[in-house]
């Protein structure tokens, strides 16, 4: 067995969709597994032209490949439902290829009211938040349970590890928000309620010496969406938003914008074991025409792009051994 995870270093929103499409288009995975988070995420995908803004559902499926929601996840039914069809009206083997763990857990109802009371954290209303809340609880309940998800159900260690179906186990582990919202690691309380980290892949069932590769997804600046105030006075950061079409891709939100916290990068890079970075929308900041990134008490400004990559790649080196800049949104 082997596995690739694709982690967020920032507060999600960051293009890891676009990577984990691109690796699952270029690499022969057996599987393509979410390992945290629910619908309060969006991954948008560009598949052969078209666009795609799935909430739970892997990107394996564009390619083929097994798409599982793994036990580290909340599944909304109604939401997991739509996207079956969506999919499947887009000429996609759903019944084939998707699956949801059997130990995964549902939002209810019920979570779903008690999500839109909140008014401290500025949540996406999804229900997530409670739905954790009551599987730590013990009274939380799992997609086993749960008749319509019957045809898709799954027992994560025989699928992994008892699989006769294939010879070598190959996934991708496609993560959902990112380091800075994570529950440990965040800017609690400010943050999401599950594991953004490569810590949340390896509790999906797969041994941790399986890892083959970490790709760190960020932003050239950030994004945040949420109650907390987080952009920065310069206007610049409205020119950026508008630039960088900033809006959320699950509830529509402006996201806040502000410069690249370097230190925050360099400790989710070192906490996740990042060996392959990539940095997106450089090209909004050259359509902006500024460059400019945090490092302590200190802001570094830059020319051009050039000159803030170099910056960049200099500083990593002993990091990362692979940087990647990415400006095109469709694309890697």
């Not at 051009?304 to 080196?317: A, F, R, V």
Request: hydrophobic letters at 35%; aromatic letters at 10%; one cysteine or more.
């Amino acid at each position: 067995m082997l596995a690739d995870v694709v982690v967020d270093l920032q507060y999600g929103d960051s293009g890891k969709g676009k990577v984990s499409h691109h690796l699952c288009k270029i690499n022969d995975y057996t599987h393509v597994i979410r390992y945290n988070g629910g619908c309060n995420a969006g991954h948008t995908i560009y598949h052969e032209g078209k666009k795609f803004v799935t909430h739970h559902i892997p990107c394996g499926v564009f390619f083929g490949v097994r798409s599982v929601i793994g036990p580290g996840c909340v599944v909304n039914p109604k939401q997991f439902l739509s996207e079956i069809e969506e999919l499947k009206e887009s000429g996609f083997d759903v019944e084939n290829l998707v699956k949801i763990a059997s130990n995964a857990h549902v939002i209810t109802d019920f979570h779903l009211a008690q999500d839109k009371k909140d008014e401290n954290i500025g949540t996406t209303k999804r229900g997530n938040g409670p739905a954790y809340r009551d599987k730590y609880d013990r009274r939380g309940v799992r997609a086993i349970e749960i008749p319509e998800f019957g045809p898709y159900i799954i027992d994560m260690y025989t699928e992994l590890h008892e699989n006769p179906e294939f010879d070598e186990i190959k996934i991708l582990f496609e993560g959902a928000q990112g380091y800075g919202l994570d529950i440990d690691w965040g800017d609690y309380p400010y943050v999401t309620s599950s594991h953004c980290t490569v810590g949340g892949a390896v509790l999906n069932g797969v041994p941790a010496r399986c890892i083959r590769d970490v790709w760190g997804v960020a932003k050239v600046y950030e994004t945040y969406v949420g109650a907390k105030s987080f952009e920065g006075l310069d206007p610049v950061f409205s020119k950026i938003r508008e630039a960088g079409e900033e809006f959320g891709a699950t509830t529509g939100r402006p996201r806040q914008i502000n410069w690249m916290d370097f230190d925050m990068l360099k400790m989710a890079i070192d906490i996740n074991g990042v060996n392959k970075l990539v940095l997106n929308k450089i090209d909004v900041l050259k359509k902006v025409k500024r460059w400019c990134i945090y490092g302590g008490f200190n802001v570094f400004e830059f020319d051009n792009s050039e000159d803030m990559e170099k910056w960049i790649i200099d500083t990593l080196k002993d990091r990362v051994t692979n940087i990647t800049f990415s400006g095109d949104k469709h694309a890697i």
